[in-house]
């Protein structure tokens, strides 16, 4: 029997369309089929000039917007040659790491509900809640602030919400171990989950599967130690890793990720350098605002920047992040213009979604569900 | 990485090694792609086993056309290679990369569904963003942002 799970389907977690062939209650095979919010983001990005494209990539990932504002503005910095004062490194990380905290527990809440339980979605969406309106005290906005800048930071990020950063970091432990006396021993969940579709180790580097998944399975990848960027060697943290690499784990795994994550975000504020948060004085990095009432060249590179744009030298670059979701990078195409000439994003949901094939086939249709949320897909992010 | 075995190997197949920010760019002939992207899998000290993205680019103005572009990760070593290799306008076809890696097959299906560039013996080549009776590749230059 063919099922058609999707594209309208509180379980598939967006447009994501499913063409299940079953055999009973046995899937034997299934087909993702995506696209139904492609909006065309790589192409509209060649008509932008590299300011404009930063709100672009708010709309990739929405549960992870910082995430890839951080990973574009590090790819054209790197074009630019640009190296960026330590204290909006900072800020970065703190941001970033919220926004990793922020995903995992919209993923932990959607995830536990898809399987039944319908607890966790109201504590988890608690905490994420005060961090949606930390970013809005930081960027104004959300779910989408495109608050990174070439450079640095749109704004400064003051000492009141530091503090509130602060507190937030320190208590949510707390939280996550009240999370875990929900779900963790619980034997329905652990019935629903330990087992379910498995991936190992090469199944995932062969599938280029990355971030918790790959991590789950038992490899330590993880690119804020492999290829640290921002400052991401100036902290301790540490990379928790699963056994099995099944539903369970990956569970454990996100879990383990939010505490660290905390400890990071609690360090960054300890630790955080004075300074500017922009470096003004580099190629394409816009002038402070305040500047162009009183200063003529202020006003004059402004004006050049927003009309024209700035021009990076020929050449390509690559460069990745570790998303909440993975390895998110992208991949400039310069040609010397004020618009790329390509603009690749190397989505982790999308890559990761191969593996629902693998993870599903001869399993029964309730796994199939588990499997779905387990790779905590954006379909925003799947299809652009 | 000692990136000059290719050379060794491969002799004029490799038509170009350039590095830029830090980041080595192989250019290699697309007749060989295949034999080269096993090579840098299997042999010790390069061992790229990991495809991170494989994605199509126009440079409507060129000759060739089209570039395909990899860029290989080493899970073992920690390095990174990209890896491109220059597609024809007339006749857009390379040889598909599944074998090797089997991650390429939704890359290669949507840089198909994107540039009209086909890879020959990928195992279900068709469409996978655009809806399967859409006309034209979105990301050609030619392709028009809006309107038509």
Redesign the interface.
């Known amino acids: 029997m063919a099922v058609n799970l999707g594209p309208q389907h509180p379980s598939t977690h967006g447009v994501l369309r499913v063409m299940l062939e079953l055999d009973g209650e046995i899937v034997v095979n299934a087909k993702p089929d995506?696209?139904f919010l492609?909006r065309?983001i790589?192409?509209?990005a060649?008509?932008r000039t590299y300011h404009q494209i930063i709100i672009l990539t708010d709309r990739l990932d929405y549960l992870a917007a910082m995430s890839n504002n951080l990973a574009y503005v590090l790819t054209v910095e790197?074009?630019l040659?640009i190296e960026i004062p330590k204290r909006a490194q900072y800020i970065r990380i703190i941001l970033a790491e919220l926004q990793r905290i922020a995903s995992h527990l919209f993923w932990l809440g959607t995830h536990a509900h898809d399987l039944g339980a319908m607890t966790p979605l109201f504590y988890t969406l608690r905490e994420r809640e005060t961090i949606m309106d930390i970013f809005d005290a930081v960027a104004g906005s959300r779910l989408t602030p495109g608050f990174m800048r070439i450079g640095g930071l749109a704004a400064e990020v003051d000492r009141e919400i530091l503090h509130r950063i602060d507190t937030f970091a320190r208590y949510l432990p707390d939280r996550i171990d009240e999370y875990e006396s929900l779900l963790t021993d619980n034997p329905i969940w652990k019935s629903r989950t330990q087992g379910v579709g498995i991936l190992t180790i090469d199944e995932c580097?062969?599938?280029?599967?990355s971030g918790p998944l790959l991590r789950a399975s038992g490899?330590g990848?993880d690119i804020r130690k492999?290829?640290p960027y921002s400052s991401y060697k100036d902290f301790d943290f540490n990379i928790p890793t699963g056994t099995r690499g099944d539903v369970y784990d990956r569970f454990l795994v996100r879990l383990a990720e939010m505490r660290e994550s905390a400890r990071i975000v609690q360090q960054a504020v300890q630790n955080l350098p004075d300074g500017p948060h922009i470096i003004r004085k580099a190629p394409g990095v816009l002038p402070d605002r305040d500047a162009l009432d009183t200063d003529i060249y202020a006003m004059i590179r402004h004006f050049h920047l927003i009309t024209e744009g700035v021009k990076p030298p020929i050449?390509?670059?690559?460069h990745?992040i570790e998303s909440p979701r993975g390895?998110l990078?992208f991949?400039l195409?310069s040609d010397g213009s004020s618009n790329p000439?390509?603009l690749?994003v190397?989505p982790p949901s999308?890559?990761n979604l191969?593996s629902l094939v693998k993870m599903v086939k001869g399993k029964i249709l309730s796994d199939a569900i588990a499997a779905i949320s387990t790779i905590d897909i954006v379909l925003a992010e799947v299809?652009? | 990485m000692d990136i000059d075995i290719l050379r060794k190997q491969f002799g004029n197949g490799i038509l170009d090694i350039s590095y830029?920010?830090g980041?080595c760019?192989v250019t290699v002939d697309k007749e060989i792609i295949v034999p080269v992207c096993r090579f840098l899998k299997e042999t010790e000290g390069l061992a790229f086993?990991?495809?991170?993205?494989c994605?199509g680019?126009?440079?409507l103005s060129d000759r060739p056309r089209f570039w395909v572009?990899y860029?290989l990760y080493s899970?073992a070593y920690?390095h990174?290679l990209?890896l491109k290799a220059a597609v024809n306008d007339d006749n857009p076809v390379i040889d598909s990369v599944v074998s090797v890696?089997?991650?390429a097959?939704?890359?290669e299906r949507e840089c198909f569904d994107?540039f009209g560039i086909t890879f020959s013996n990928h195992p279900d080549m068709r469409?996978?963003?655009?809806?399967h009776d859409f006309e034209g590749h979105?990301?050609r230059?030619d392709?028009p942002?809006e309107g038509r």
């Open positions: 995506i696209g492609h065309g790589e192409k509209l060649e008509y790197k074009l040659e580097i062969e599938l280029g599967v490899h990848r492999t290829e050449g390509e670059v690559y990745c390895e990078g991949y195409v000439c390509r690749r190397r999308f890559v191969q299809d652009r | 830029f920010r980041e760019t086993d990991f495809l991170s993205d994605c680019v126009d440079r572009v860029h899970t920690n990174r990209r890696w089997p991650t097959d939704w890359h994107m469409r996978i963003l655009m809806a979105p990301l230059k392709f942002l």
